[in-house]
């Protein structure tokens, strides 16, 4: 059965910064795709950050220059540093793998991330 374990969570003030992490466990080999997106208050769910096995990675425009993500594939984990938060950036952030054998969508359970002075 497939786990997602995601922490780093938590209240920050503006202008702080988060780490996420994200370890996936129990598909039957190594993930394809991972990243993170997140579901703001009232809106749909946007990706923020993607990375391939190979280390390739794609940016959600609202916070292009204030993330990065990497992965350890030894791990199956997924990390996103986010820097300069905004109180925009309040919402529900979802761990995302495509794995094998069916190369479908996965997703965590959600972290919450406060951004709030």
């Known amino acids: 059965q497939v786990q997602f374990v995601e922490s780093g969570g938590g209240l920050v003030q503006p202008g702080g910064s988060l780490n996420l992490s994200c370890s996936v466990s129990g598909s039957s080999g190594s993930p394809d795709n991972m990243g993170w997106y997140r579901q703001l208050p009232s809106k749909q769910r946007d990706m923020v950050a993607l990375i391939s096995p190979r280390g390739r990675t794609n940016y959600g425009y609202s916070v292009k220059g204030r993330v990065s993500i990497s992965r350890d594939n030894a791990r199956n984990t997924v990390y996103l540093e986010m820097n300069n938060l905004k109180v925009d950036d309040t919402g529900v952030y979802y761990c995302?793998?495509?794995?094998?054998?069916?190369?479908?969508?996965?997703w965590g359970q959600g972290t919450q991330v406060i951004v709030s002075s």
């Open positions: 995302y793998a495509v794995l094998p054998p069916d190369y479908h969508d996965y």
